[in-house]
């Protein structure tokens, strides 16, 4: 079981597979919480067990031992629990965030969902195309989301987190990939009877071979 579940941690679609900051950081947060998650699960298991081997006791060592659950598994753990995802999860999710420590030129792509296609625009080349993205590798990129119609959401799961495109607002997500190479990307919120088939494509160039992609799109 163990071995066929490992296998959807590697593919197009899964975010544990992840080529991206972004998506690393998203992995990395999933495994800490799975871990946690197991090991809180093993715990109650040991308890239950010892519970059920422990003899009658008498009352009153009952409700001390009651008085010790309540306050340790009713008050400590759960306070302790969310103190500590949020040690991790706050800092984790501020990297995540479209914002950069130092001002410097940024790639800023639109893209606009509508059913069922995605309209990309490079504002500075004046360039458009249709559910493809082209990025230089290892630099980060703004994609600035809207919608024409209902909501959608722009996800590529080995580069970044989802984001809603919500009509009448533009929303904003930061993209890197680590590598040159062709990521999947899917509409991942129901949009109409073909959500399914709205899918695009991120291809990653090299910063020189992106260079030469845009001067090649510019030329008549």
């Known amino acids: 079981m163990c071995v066929l579940l490992l296998t959807g941690c590697e593919g ?12 690393r950081t998203t992995a ?3 495994w800490c919480m799975a871990l946690f998650a197991t ?13 059920l081997k422990r003899e009658a ?18 008050i400590l753990l759960p306070s302790l629990s969310i103190l500590v995802l949020l040690a ?54 703004l994609i600035h989301l809207r919608a024409r119609d209902v909501v959608h959401a722009f996800w590529v799961p080995r580069l970044a987190g989802k984001l809603d495109a919500i009509p009448g607002h533009t929303t904003t997500l930061k993209l890197e990939a680590d590598e040159p190479g062709l990521y999947h990307g899917q509409c991942a919120e129901f949009c109409g009877l073909q959500h399914a088939r709205m899918y695009f ?20």
């Open 12 to 23: 197009p679609y899964s975010t544990l597979h992840a080529a991206g900051p972004a998506a």
């Open 28 to 30: 990395l947060l999933w």
């Open 39 to 51: 090991s809180v699960l093993i715990g109650v298991i040991v308890v239950w067990s010892l519970a």
């Open 57 to 74: 006791m008498d009352e009153r060592s009952a409700r001390r031992v009651a008085r010790r659950l309540i306050i340790g598994g009713g």
């Open 88 to 141: 991790f999860g706050i800092p984790l999710g501020h990297s995540m965030l479209p914002i950069f420590a130092s001002e410097r030129e940024v790639l800023h792509i639109e893209v606009t969902a509508r059913q069922w296609q995605w309209d990309v625009y490079y504002p500075a080349q004046n360039l458009r195309l249709s559910n493809e993205l082209h990025i230089p590798s290892g630099e980060p990129v």
């Open 201 to 220: 494509t991120v291809e990653a160039h090299e910063v020189a071979d992106f260079a030469a992609w845009l001067q090649a799109q510019e030329r008549p």
